[in-house]
């Protein structure tokens, strides 16, 4: 018998260097890998713009938890944003947010043959708020987006660019068959990616 559990532990440690995405009942840790292999997420917010005020408006942006890498991810989604960009301005008068985040814009649903609307294509969706981070957390936030998104440096420095992130208040894993799985940020935060 304790062979057998050895070889099962040996074959998922095997999985999980190539990887492979922790099995659906490891939601909080299926939650910490797919935000970390993504280099980008869909934010919606509650429009403010003339036209579109109170419906949802959603936006992409290029977002990272730290450098590429296996066991590098925070878990904290980092953002670059100016005020010259409409979803910044409706999050000036709201700050509350969704973020979405799936694994089809990785190699791993196309390997897999999943369509991305397939739950198995995981996908993630934070609910929360986008926050200014503080001069501390400035340093951390920049070394996760320009280790990613190198071409950040480079943007107009008229353009008054400031790192934000995404503060977690709740998370929907989709990762499998039979409804989303909901995560709490303590369960989140408590796991290794």
């Given at each position: 018998?304790?062979?057998?559990?050895?070889?099962?532990?040996?074959?998922?440690?095997?999985?999980?260097?190539?990887?492979?995405?922790?099995?659906?009942?490891?939601?909080?840790?299926v939650a910490r890998v797919v935000l970390h292999s993504c280099d980008w997420g869909a934010l919606a917010?509650?429009?403010?713009?003339?036209?579109?005020?109170?419906?949802?408006?959603?936006?992409?942006?290029?977002?990272?938890?730290?450098?590429?890498?296996?066991?590098?991810?925070?878990?904290?989604?980092?953002?670059?944003?100016?005020?010259?960009?409409?979803?910044?301005?409706?999050?000036?008068?709201?700050?509350?947010?969704?973020?979405?985040?799936?694994?089809?814009?990785?190699?791993?649903?196309?390997?897999?043959?999943?369509?991305?609307?397939?739950?198995?294509?995981?996908?993630?969706?934070?609910?929360?708020?986008?926050?200014?981070?503080?001069?501390?957390?400035?340093?951390?936030?920049?070394?996760?987006?320009?280790?990613?998104?190198?071409?950040?440096?480079?943007?107009?420095?008229?353009?008054?660019?400031?790192?934000?992130?995404?503060?977690?208040?709740?998370?929907?894993?989709?990762?499998?068959?039979?409804?989303?799985?909901?995560?709490?940020?303590?369960?989140?935060?408590?796991?290794?990616?």
């Amino acid at each position: 018998m304790a062979a057998v559990l050895l070889l099962l532990l040996l074959s998922a440690a095997a999985l999980a260097a190539r990887g492979a995405l922790p099995p659906p009942e490891q939601a909080a840790r299926v939650a910490r890998v797919v935000l970390h292999s993504c280099d980008w997420g869909a934010l919606a917010t509650l429009s403010a713009q003339d036209g579109l005020r109170g419906h949802p408006f959603a936006n992409v942006f290029s977002i990272s938890d730290g450098a590429p890498g296996p066991g590098r991810g925070s878990g904290v989604p980092y953002l670059y944003l100016t005020d010259m960009e409409i979803s910044v301005r409706d999050l000036r008068v709201n700050s509350n947010a969704s973020l979405t985040v799936s694994l089809a814009q990785t190699p791993y649903c196309k390997k897999h043959k999943y369509d991305p609307q397939n739950p198995l294509c995981a996908h993630i969706i934070f609910c929360g708020s986008v926050v200014k981070v503080n001069d501390s957390e400035a340093a951390i936030a920049k070394k996760a987006l320009f280790s990613r998104h190198p071409e950040m440096e480079s943007w107009p420095k008229d353009h008054n660019w400031f790192f934000a992130k995404f503060n977690i208040t709740n998370i929907w894993v989709l990762d499998y068959f039979g409804g989303l799985k909901i995560v709490t940020p303590e369960e989140y935060y408590s796991v290794k990616p």
